[in-house]
């Protein structure tokens, strides 16, 4: 069980607005960065977290996957990396992450800012909420709408092609689907697939704090079926597109960040009073 009251900085000096979970690249543009190591009930993060500001926000950065990407998403403590952003005073989560699209009008080097979650992962711890105390939250819509309207709107104004809504399927990892398992997802309706997203978001949701996803297209997961020309799949394609893309992320994030309403009274902020224990 967590108790949010609980949950002060332990640094008096250090309290963040935004957390950024994603890959290395981000951190190193922080202004004045410093690097906090927290201890958590859970466990270590996956990383310190580097805070530093974006104009007149504070922000806290951490690389999910350990500063040399050194986990795979089935070893990510996700609950001490909540926690730990938390701990710091984050009230808003931004959760970018390279994803595969398994739609033919999403392609590779667009964004999509999803709206939904579809979990296919197993053994993955995640709640907060182990007992002996009980809490359902609500899930229904798991990513913040002021986050995704202002992103839209700051990616747009940049011209990067983005798709205002989407459902993520979100797999065990770390082998990437099956041809099967991927015209299963595409018959649903989903249009990306990705390995982090969950239990990222919902242990966000368990902590009051509203989350945003960003999800970089790197692939077409296993490929087109109509065209021979587009193939399964590789480890280096996601990280060479990802690689192409990653200033554009970058930009974005920037440009984001200080863009923010960062309004009081969204739903997230109250997950916990408006669920039955």
């Known amino acids: 069980m ?5 949950l002060v900085p332990a640094h008096a000096d250090v309290r963040i607005e935004v957390g950024i979970f994603g890959g290395s690249g981000f951190y190193s543009l922080l202004d004045d960065a410093q690097e906090i190591l927290i201890d958590t009930p859970f466990g270590q993060p996956s ?3 580097t805070v530093g500001r974006i104009e007149d926000r504070t922000v806290g950065f951490m690389p999910r996957h350990g500063p ?8 990510i403590n996700y609950r001490a990396n909540v926690w730990a952003m938390k701990h710091l005073g984050a009230t808003d989560m931004i959760l970018p992450c390279a994803a595969g699209s398994l739609d033919r009008q999403v392609a590779p080097g667009s964004f999509v800012l999803c709206d939904q979650v579809v979990d296919r992962t197993k053994n993955r711890p995640d709640t907060f909420y182990d007992g002996p105390e009980t809490v359902h939250v609500s899930f229904a819509d798991p990513y913040d709408e002021e986050l995704r309207a202002t992103a839209l709107t700051v990616a747009r104004e940049r011209g ?3 798709h205002d ?3 993520m399927v979100v797999v065990n990892g770390p082998r990437f689907s099956t041809r099967a398992e991927s015209r299963w997802y595409a018959a649903q309706g989903w249009q990306v697939i990705g390995m982090t997203q969950y239990p990222e978001v919902i242990l966000c949701r368990e902590l009051e704090m509203a989350a945003l996803n960003i999800s970089l297209i790197t692939d077409y997961d296993v490929g087109l079926a109509d065209d021979p020309d587009i193939a399964a799949v590789t480890h280096s394609e996601v990280l060479e597109v990802f ?3 990653i200033s554009t992320l970058r930009d974005l994030l920037f440009a984001l960040v200080p863009a923010l309403p960062l309004s009081p009274d969204r739903p997230a902020f109250s997950a916990l009073s408006t669920t039955p224990h």
Do not use: M
């Not at 040399?68 to 070893?75: E, F, I, K, S």
């Open 47 to 49: 990383a310190p977290v």
């Open 243 to 245: 690689a192409a893309n």
């Open 160 to 162: 990067i092609t983005v």
């Open 68 to 75: 040399d990407h050194h986990l795979p998403p089935h070893r």
């Open 165 to 167: 809504g989407g459902t």
């Open 2 to 6: 967590v108790d949010l009251a609980a």
